[in-house]
């Protein structure tokens, strides 16, 4: 039987200065840049817009698709309401104000597709270039004038809500042996409204989502006496899964080769290039500890912050490809890698260093950056960032890194 | 023995041959071992001279032949090392040696054995706080490197007798082990506080060729002089095969490469990349040469003194096999003491005793491999020391228990002053191998 020791007590002290490993920085220039424009696309958005700018960005109207099933239990459908034991006692569609209180009395009217079927507008395609409220065929269902509950025993207060009586659309959304049955509304202001107002989407999530709610009562109940007897009204939920607010942009393109915008009404898009990324040189088996990429402002330093999406592109751009106002995205990118929402002092810093760190790996060419503004800022804001070389205003890129 | 328990105690045993944690052993291959046997460690001599009985080495298989009983031995040691500059202490102990000898009628002599050849276990901070100023960011570095593992040795080993006065010997030394280096960069940035870690492991493998002759052609009238010298070189280089690991930065501060990590270990295209397999040859070339003598001043007494240069004959072309970039390239040891040996048929309790003494001295010369800085040069150390030993001889096959203790003065360029205390303890266990028994009636 043996018996072994190994103890250490203290750790030595010694200069290890020199060996190992290292920290070193890189200053990367000759970044480029290039704005381009689609039409503008908010399905993603958590607001739904209504009224005109004063930058002149218009949103006329909004198209809402809401689910077959309810969320409320018992799990209902529109067909299953159908049933002729279940009276149907009102269906209203609810729309929730994004503000907590009413400044200026709105009425707004609502729509339905009679003959429209459900391919009405796409999330994430439709836009003021492929669909017009005139080529709609549209049925006018009612209206409703944006209001405010009297706040409760507690004094809480709930948000203004429209709420459209749609109990007459309901047996068209229960009709499943149409071939024309949609599940789609469309809202639009009656009058031209003094500015934007936004209401909140289905990305908002479940409680303030756009919404059908149908209050039903069952007359089928037989109680012990062999009487039929009226049981308490239940509510079933319907919410809205997609809904668009369409937005028309002003006029006009960004042409300033020395800036680059971002925007979500004028969807203004950049491509960003780091030309040297390929020669730069970083030891094997580097770990990238930073890479900041930054902006300086245009005009504005007081810009509040915002989110940046980034991704890296996939497929070779030709720059030539994407000038003018382009029907589609054309370029091909990897997942957002990087959501970034620092802003200050003039400039924008942006953390690319996953993108690096891959790109160092080679799993990914340098194909460049695409940068897009996220869903959560307000479309109508544009922001712009120097790009040409000029000097301590042009974007730069330090990357700090570690490497045995 | 289930097989479970087979590999524990392998495992124990690899691990106890770790020594170190001096700054010394995060040079090149690590800590070289000196005395693997009690006996050698009592004379503070290398093992080429009889230690461990009267005309035995242990160490040395020319000296062999005339080992009464086949003998299996088993060296267990332990170091203390004290730094009286930094006022740090450590211990550490394992085993040294186990080896089996078995002649053959006086004419050879053959024999297996387990040593390390280097060790390494140290754990170094670095006392230089860096500070780096950019963009308006103040970055404060600072290092640390962990390392352990060493290279054990397989040793063959073969005695013949040439004449009546003179023997050869011939040992070879398999090389094989691995070390594992961890290098710990911190970067402090306001209250961000981030480890990045960075992984190696060496592989290594060779084989060294030792030849030995020991002569007592010569003497002064009745005293008998031996003589002996050694030769080591390499008969097949030794072979490393580096791992570089990627870095990863601990972002949970737990020391380990997990999920929490940078970058994550797991997800698309395989992240992080493999390691990066360098196979390097000739980086470590021993060679050795080593005389001594041995002088009967009486039947029991004997004056021994050796002397030894070893160099790393290899390039100094790369720093993967080192924690540092340092590395030892040469060292000359000198020793010379005095043992009363134990009478071979004991008339009183002492003369089962032996006794050993002496004094040594061992320079190192270290290189520096690579240096950023002008002012790093190549210095030396100088070890100096005092070795006392006893052995008990007990029984008829002359088994014996063996307790060598060094004291060492550590000191080099640098003003480094350190006490080394080392001890060892072996029993060695004697018994007739492959004699036909006489049948009981």
Wanted: with cysteine.
């Amino acid at each position: 039987m043996l018996i072994f020791l190994s103890c250490m007590e203290d750790t030595v002290t010694v200069d290890l200065m020199d060996d190992g490993m290292y920290h070193d920085t890189l200053y990367v220039r000759g970044i480029t840049g290039f704005t381009y424009q689609t039409p503008p696309q908010l399905g993603n958005s958590t607001l739904l817009y209504f009224g005109t700018d004063s930058n002149g960005f218009q949103n006329p109207f909004a198209f809402f698709r809401v689910s077959s099933n309810s969320i409320t239990t018992p799990v209902e459908t529109f067909a299953s309401l159908n049933d002729s034991t279940i009276e149907i006692d009102s269906a209203k569609f609810i729309l929730t104000f994004n503000e907590d209180s009413i400044t200026t009395g709105m009425i707004f009217d609502l729509f339905y597709f009679q003959e429209g079927g459900d391919s009405i507008f796409s999330e994430s395609e439709s836009n003021y270039l492929n669909i017009t409220e005139h080529d709609l065929n549209s049925t006018y269902i009612g209206s409703s004038r944006l209001s405010q509950k009297e706040p409760d025993s507690l004094g809480t207060t709930s948000f203004p809500t429209l709420s459209f009586n749609v109990s007459e659309i309901l047996d068209s959304f229960s009709d499943t042996s149409s071939e024309n049955r949609n599940l789609t509304v469309m809202i639009k202001p009656k009058f031209e409204l003094a500015g934007v107002f936004s209401f909140k989407s289905s990305e908002s999530g479940f409680t303030y989502a756009p919404q059908i709610q149908v209050f039903t009562h069952d007359t089928a109940f037989v109680d012990s006496t062999g009487d039929s007897v009226v049981v308490d009204t239940i509510s079933h939920t319907f919410i809205s899964t997609d809904d668009l607010s369409i937005i028309i942009p002003p006029d006009g393109i960004d042409e300033n080769p020395n800036n680059i915008s971002l925007g979500r009404g004028m969807t203004y898009k950049a491509i960003i290039q780091i030309p040297d990324l390929d020669s730069i040189s970083i030891p094997q088996q580097a770990i990238i500890t930073q890479a900041e990429l930054s902006f300086f402002y245009v005009n504005d330093t007081s810009q509040s912050n915002f989110y940046l999406q980034i991704h890296p592109i996939t497929d070779t751009v030709s720059i030539a490809e994407l000038q003018g106002l382009l029907l589609d995205d054309p370029l091909v990118t990897e997942p957002s890698l990087i959501a970034v929402n620092l802003s200050n002092n003039g400039r924008i810093s942006l953390n690319i260093r996953e993108y690096l760190q891959l790109h160092h790996f080679g799993y990914i060419q340098n194909q460049g950056l695409k940068m897009e503004v996220a869903n959560t800022v307000s479309p109508f804001n544009t922001y712009s960032f120097y790009i040409s070389n000029l000097d301590s205003l042009a974007p730069k890129l330090i990357i700090h890194y570690v490497a045995p | 023995m289930s097989l479970l328990n087979r590999y524990t105690k392998i495992f124990l045993i690899m691990i106890s041959l770790c020594y170190g944690q001096d700054v010394y052993s995060a040079y090149g291959v690590g800590e070289l071992t000196f005395a693997s046997n009690a006996a050698v460690m009592g004379i503070g001599s290398n093992g080429l001279m009889p230690s461990f009985q009267e005309y035995i080495s242990l160490s040395n298989p020319s000296t062999w032949l005339r080992i009464p009983f086949a003998y299996v031995s088993l060296n267990y040691g332990g170091t203390q090392i004290k730094d009286r500059d930094y006022d740090y202490n450590n211990v550490l102990s394992g085993l040294n040696q186990f080896q089996f000898i078995l002649p053959i009628k006086g004419r050879y002599a053959v024999g297996v054995g387990f040593q390390p050849f280097s060790s390494q276990l140290y754990s170094l901070e670095s006392d230089d706080i860096n500070e780096k100023f950019i963009e308006g960011d103040t970055l404060t570095i600072n290092k640390a490197i962990n390392g352990s593992g060493g290279i054990s040795e397989l040793i063959f080993s073969l005695g013949a007798k040439l004449t009546e006065k003179e023997q050869l010997g011939l040992k070879l030394e398999y090389l094989f082990g691995s070390n594992r280096r961890q290098t710990v960069f911190n970067i402090k940035e306001g209250e961000h506080d981030l480890d990045y870690i960075y992984n190696q492991r060496n592989i290594y493998n060779g084989t060294l060729i030792n030849g030995y002759f020991s002569s007592h052609r010569l003497g002064f009238g009745s005293r008998i002089l031996r003589l002996s010298g050694s030769v080591k070189s390499v008969l097949h280089p030794v072979h490393i095969n580096h791992f570089s690991f990627q870095p990863f930065e601990d972002s949970n501060g737990n020391g380990y490469y997990d999920i929490a990590d940078y970058p994550r270990p797991s997800g698309v295209d395989s992240i992080p990349p493999a390691a990066i397999d360098t196979i390097l040859n000739n980086q470590i070339r021993p060679f050795e040469y080593a005389f001594g003598f041995d002088l009967e001043l009486t039947e029991m007494i004997h004056v021994q003194g050796e002397l030894s240069s070893w160099s790393d004959l290899a390039d100094s072309g790369t720093k993967l096999i080192s924690g540092l970039n340092q590395r030892v390239v040469a060292y000359r040891h000198l020793n010379i003491g005095l043992i009363r040996f134990a009478r071979v048929l004991p008339r009183i309790w002492h003369e089962s005793l032996h006794f050993r003494a002496g004094i040594f001295q061992r320079a190192y010369e270290i290189e520096n491999q690579f240096s950023h800085n002008d002012y790093a040069v190549d210095y030396k150390i100088n070890d100096l020391g005092i070795s006392i030993g006893l052995g008990v001889k007990f029984g008829v096959t002359k088994n014996q228990i063996d307790f060598g203790f060094n004291l060492i003065n550590r000191s080099d360029s640098h003003n480094s002053d350190k006490l080394i205390t080392n001890f060892n303890i072996g029993i060695s266990i004697g018994d007739l191998w492959f004699v036909k028994r006489r049948v009981k009636k």
